[in-house]
């Protein structure tokens, strides 16, 4: 727990995004949806009628930034308060020391960092104090606040969404932190345009990694005179390689593998490549991917291609013998087969539907001659009476019901005309064609 430094001296060895933060809403880059003349937060900001709030938004966006705005411009007690360092003893202690403090008139401000951190313990432990109005909390999280904060806390916050920021936005960020006393304004920087862009771009939305690409570039910058000079060449090697927008518990992780899904099912290989790739090198679990093709070769497939089953459960033996980045080739082979071989959604209609009908009969009794009579009893009240062995039979079929009577005629399975499906359509048809024939 400490209180935001307010202080206006600037310490010079922090980090160029810590000396960067801004003080005021005018300095804030981006977010003007919410922070734009006359937007809502803009108007509590300058009010100071801050209310209980959470502020979700993809890393550096700009949460804790507006937290620091709040300090700097409120008459409230300010908090830091950390997920990581604190437990249920010191949300208490502090949670104590605000309700002492509202008896004597003065309002605390409680800043949540990473607040889906919390568990549901020690959430709970704020929900009767923001409810009393004891504290003013302000939750910051880069996880949907729907799924990681506690309903009852949620419905007592506003929720604002803070958007990556845009190339724009970035460039004229990292514009500032050349000219601004707090960053390199007290030395020459010479810097070109496009190479300001180039760091823009690869910081992907994120302020605080384009602030610290920057301040790299610059450390390792060429000498010339008095002039520190950042060529392309100099943000290449200070960008070796581009780090992935990345979550494996978070939003991100959903929104990639419904990605690949979709792109599978659009029967688009380059694209179900692309996303494949995008999820293995940021460090996915390759038997997940395995399992979600797995689930794919059913779902999206079925029986126009019984084959892509066997494949997409090989793939996961693959996955599991070898782990990565060996395996990469497997899923890829998995990802362009299930992209590129016939469709069909029968088999996960059919279960749907029988599914819906399955929830609203459950009481539906099983027809007494397909049930197993395996006691005399049993027997003696008709339990497997009138049962027809379909080996027996010289077609191997018989005309003997099989659904309840409430569902005679239902149709479960619908085959389509894809690939081999087609086979199974039309053994359907003859089944069927047999059956009608052959009703008693």
């Known amino acids: 727990m400490s209180e935001f430094n307010t202080e206006t001296a600037v310490d010079m060895t922090q980090p160029l995004a810590a000396r960067l933060r801004p003080r005021t809403v005018d300095e804030i880059v981006g977010q003007r949806q919410l922070i734009g003349e006359g937007r809502l937060l803009r108007r509590m900001i300058e009010q100071d009628a801050v209310s209980s709030m959470i502020f979700w938004g993809p890393p550096g966006v700009g949460k804790t930034t507006l937290a620091a705005v709040i300090a700097n411009q409120t008459k409230a007690k300010f908090i830091n308060f950390s997920a990581v360092t604190s437990g249920i003893k010191e949300i208490r202690a502090v949670m104590q020391q605000a309700e002492d403090n509202r008896k004597f008139g003065e309002k605390t401000i409680l800043f ?68 601004d006393p707090r960053g390199f304004g007290g030395q020459r920087v010479e810097i070109a345009d496009e190479v300001i862009r180039m760091i823009a771009v690869f910081a992907n939305g994120d302020a605080r990694a384009a602030l610290t690409t920057l301040e790299m570039a610059v450390l390792n910058g060429d000498s010339e005179g008095d002039a520190t000079v950042v060529s392309v060449e100099t943000v290449e090697q200070c960008t070796s390689k581009k780090s992935l927008l990345y979550d494996k518990n978070g939003e991100e992780h959903y929104n990639l593998i419904s990605a690949l899904h979709k792109s599978m ?92 009908d399955a929830n609203k009969m459950l009481a539906e009794p099983v027809p007494l001659q397909i049930r197993n009579g395996v006691t005399r009893l049993m027997r003696d009240v008709g339990y497997g009476k009138g049962y027809q062995y379909a080996h027996d039979f010289e077609d191997k079929l018989t005309d003997m019901q099989c659904l309840p009577d409430s569902l005679l005629g239902k149709k479960y399975y619908v085959p389509t005309s894809q690939g081999l499906e087609t086979k199974f359509k039309d053994r359907l048809a003859q089944i069927e064609e047999w059956r009608k024939q052959h009703k008693k």
């Not at 460090?283 to 797995?294: H, K, M, N, S, T």
């Open 112 to 179: 949540v960092d990473e607040i889906h951190r919390f568990n549901k313990a020690q959430q709970d432990a704020f929900l009767p104090f923001v409810e009393k109005g004891s504290i003013i909390m302000i939750g910051a999280t880069t996880e949907n606040p729907s799924f990681e904060v506690n309903g009852a806390l949620l419905s007592r916050c506003r929720v604002f969404v803070l958007k990556a920021l845009t190339e724009d936005d970035l460039v004229e960020l990292l514009k500032r932190a050349i000219t």
């Open 265 to 356: 099912r659009n029967s688009d290989p380059d694209a179900a490549v692309y996303w494949l790739s995008r999820m293995l090198e940021a460090g996915e679990d390759p038997l997940y991917v395995a399992r979600r093709i797995v689930r794919f070769a059913s779902e999206d497939v079925g029986l126009a291609d019984p084959r892509a089953l066997e494949l997409a459960v090989a793939v996961y033996q693959a996955c599991h013998f070898i782990g990565m980045p060996e395996c990469s080739v497997h899923l890829t082979q998995a990802v362009v087969y299930l992209s590129l071989v016939p469709k069909s959604n029968s088999l996960y209609m059919a279960y749907e539907t029988a599914k819906e």
